[in-house]
């Protein structure tokens, strides 16, 4: 048995069933012994893993006592922190999109930019970011830290404006807030210490990690497809697909007729499978995948 360790954290919280979720697809079994747990099991003895606030991991893996950790790009921008970017996992919050921090106020305010919000009052979760944007641009503001509830402390005028993350930016719109401007985009980061990266094999574990997670969260979005084609209509079958490379093609047990399989974006399906039914298609079979890597 190794007596080799990788410290890893997760992020406790909005990621924290997202992450989950793609560990286990990867071929991890992750699992918390009770709610109140910050120490998650995994069927991986060379892995010790701790739930981290996402807004904390970024530091503890710059100071070394983790090795890696998942966080947001916001975070370890708002922690300002030295780490190894090792995997952008492309995904974010419970979905696999990206999220904006943006500048919002009032529609009722008529404000078109930043400058207009000279010696307002901004609140925000990501306060560093925030100072650092006005900075930037020339504006003076009083940035204060806020818990959340945003939406409620600028419609009640406790502050003049809020930077917020938003995915669609339909909760602003619902409460009468304009977004001005965007700070800053994130993803979900797999980000490793520099000296921890530095060491021969825990950099290739985590890099191990970072492929069954970045070909979990691929195969996502995408399904297999399996069918039997005659071999006088091929032709018209493969000018419908719309392969990740090149489609499988074997031959059957009857001469005339062959098996096709392929890998497609999963959206694309409900238009595709008719077509190739009437393009002469049968046996058409649509299954889930685990793990697509490139």
């Given at each position: ?14 990621l924290?069933e ?5 560990f286990?697809k990867?071929g991890?079994n992750?699992?918390?012994p ?5 120490f ?5 003895p060379e892995?010790?893993a701790?739930?981290l606030?996402?807004?904390e ?9 983790l090795d890696?950790?998942?966080?947001g790009?916001?975070w370890i921008?708002e922690n300002?922190?030295d780490?190894?970017?090792?995997a ?5 919050k ?5 999220v904006r ?15 207009q ?5 901004v609140?925000t979760?990501l ?5 650092e944007y006005?900075k930037k641009?020339g504006v003076k503001?009083e940035?204060e830290?806020s818990w ?7 419609n ?5 404006a ?8 339909r909760?602003l719109?619902?409460?009468?807030l304009?977004i ?5 985009e ?9 000296k921890s990266?530095?060491d ?11 492929l ?9 979005a995408?399904v297999?497809?399996?069918?039997n084609v005659?071999k006088a209509?091929l032709?018209?079958?493969l000018?419908i697909?719309?392969a990740?490379k ?18 497609i ?14 393009a ?15």
């Amino acid at each position: 048995m190794s007596n080799k360790i990788l410290k890893l954290g997760l992020p406790k919280g909005s990621l924290q069933e997202a992450t989950f979720k793609m560990f286990r697809k990867a071929g991890f079994n992750v699992n918390l012994p009770s709610e109140r747990s910050y120490f998650p099991s995994i069927d991986d003895p060379e892995i010790e893993a701790v739930l981290l606030r996402s807004q904390e991991m970024s530091r503890y893996v710059e100071d070394g006592a983790l090795d890696c950790g998942i966080t947001g790009n916001d975070w370890i921008l708002e922690n300002k922190s030295d780490v190894i970017r090792v995997a952008d996992l492309a995904y974010a919050k419970q979905t696999m999109n990206k999220v904006r921090w943006v500048l919002a106020v009032p529609e009722s305010l008529g404000v078109k930019s930043a400058k207009q919000l000279q010696g307002k009052r901004v609140a925000t979760e990501l306060v560093n970011v925030t100072t650092e944007y006005f900075k930037k641009k020339g504006v003076k503001v009083e940035v204060e830290f806020s818990w959340g509830a945003t939406e409620v402390k600028v419609n009640s005028g406790l502050v003049d404006a809020i930077v917020e993350l938003t995915e669609t930016g339909r909760s602003l719109r619902a409460n009468k807030l304009a977004i001005i401007d965007t700070l800053c985009e994130s993803t979900t980061q797999f980000i490793a210490n520099r000296k921890s990266y530095q060491d021969k094999w825990k950099k290739a574990k985590m890099q191990e990690i970072a492929l069954l997670l970045n070909g979990a969260i691929t195969a996502e979005a995408k399904v297999g497809l399996k069918m039997n084609v005659k071999k006088a209509d091929l032709k018209k079958v493969l000018a419908i697909l719309p392969a990740l490379k090149n489609p499988t093609i074997s031959g059957l047990s009857t001469g005339d007729w062959l098996a096709v399989e392929t890998v497609i974006d999963e959206k694309t399906v409900r238009v595709i499978i008719p077509k190739l039914k009437n393009a002469g298609a049968t046996g058409i079979i649509e299954y889930p995948l685990n793990k697509v890597i490139y």
